[in-house]
């Protein structure tokens, strides 16, 4: 199973941004809807954000809507979390994956296995 290896993470102040990115060079990036997924320590793990083959439908979590904007290049085979006033809520491990869709929740979930995900620590 191929994994999507996730980066970009840091370390952010309180209304600060980042820009997480999520790579793979060993399958027809274009055929799959990509979700960004996160776990903060002691809790479960939760989705964030979601897109369509072809970016035309996205998803985002009621905490992240207008602070958070998924995008993709399929030629590059990337999909991108840019991630604005952050709060420190948004503290966790960020993770993307191939998901069944973005319609609705039952298609949000994960496709293949988790890859590594990146650290993303909002703090003052």
């Known amino acids: 199973d191929v994994q999507l290896q996730a980066s970009g993470g840091g370390l952010a102040q309180p209304g600060g941004s980042l820009r997480l990115s999520c790579a793979s060079s060993?399958?027809?990036?274009?055929?799959?809807?990509i979700g960004w997924f996160r776990q903060a320590p002691g809790k479960e793990r939760e989705g964030v954000s979601c897109i369509s083959t072809s970016g035309a439908v996205t998803f985002y979590r009621d905490s992240v809507k207008g602070r958070f904007t998924i995008s993709r290049d399929n030629g590059k085979k990337m999909v991108y979390l840019q991630m604005n006033s952050l709060q420190p809520e948004d503290t966790a491990v960020y993770y993307c994956?191939?998901?069944?869709?973005?319609?609705?929740?039952?298609?949000?979930?994960?496709?293949?296995?988790w890859g590594q995900g990146t650290q993303v620590t909002v703090s003052s």
């Open positions: 994956v191939k998901v069944w869709g973005c319609s609705s929740s039952a298609d949000r979930r994960p496709l293949g296995s």
């Open positions: 060993s399958f027809v990036f274009g055929d799959y809807a």
